[in-house]
């Protein structure tokens, strides 16, 4: 069982514009391509911002038509936030705060064997790293920039802390890298 912080970004290093649009990512190739269908098979549990999870409440109707539901996911998932946000209908959702340690627990014992999948931002998925939680890294580049935007990991981490253990090309507009986060 990994945890894992499964993205898309930018090549300089934005996950989405500052004004949270993700446009610019879908012209670079199609999820079907990429790893994305044998990584989600292995996944047992999600976790995910409040500002990513309000992109899903505003685009519900676009991912219910290329899904075939406004909530994609079959894994429970759970939401960070402060507030009182609005759950998606049919969505196996809990909303949490506070300390990732205590809520990796409970994702842990729903994923059994499988993996703990951090959906985004870069800073909580950097949270998860700051408690020693997370296992890997895996970005999907695209060939694009943003000069600005929502960042991918704002966090320093040096080699060999971070070890690059694959690298794939999809088509010209991305390239797939994994990386493992060494513990200790
Ligand atoms: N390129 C991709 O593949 C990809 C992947 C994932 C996401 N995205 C996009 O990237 C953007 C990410 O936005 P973001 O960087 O702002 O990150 P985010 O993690 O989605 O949202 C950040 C917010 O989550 C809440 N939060 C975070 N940690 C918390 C904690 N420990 N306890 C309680 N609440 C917590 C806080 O808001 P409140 O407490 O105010 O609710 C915080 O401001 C979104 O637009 C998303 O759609 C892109």
Partial sequence: MKTQYYTATS???????????????FPLGDLRDS?????????GALGMGSATYEWMLRHAKTVAAETGSSWPYA???????????????GADIRFVKGDVRDVHAQMRAAAGAKNIWIVGGGDL?????DANL???????????????????FPRRVYHPKLRLVSVR????????????????
Avoid: H, N
């Avoid at 894994?75 to 946000?85: D, E, I, K, N, Y």
């Avoid at 970005?139 to 943003?146: C, F, K, R, Y």
């Fill in 125 to 129: 998925a950097g949270q998860f790293y």
């Fill in 169 to 184: 090309q999809i088509g010209s507009g991305m390239a797939e890298l994994r990386y493992e986060v060494c513990k200790g």
């Fill in 134 to 152: 997370l296992d890997e890294i895996i970005v999907q580049i695209g060939s694009a920039t943003l000069g600005k935007g929502k960042p991918l």
């Fill in 75 to 89: 894994q429970p998932a759970w939401v960070f936030t402060r507030r009182a946000l609005p759950p998606i209908e």
């Fill in 11 to 25: 090549l300089d290093g934005f996950i989405a514009t500052e004004e949270d649009s993700l446009e610019w990512l």
């Fill in 35 to 43: 790893g994305y269908p044998e990584f989600i098979g292995e996944v």
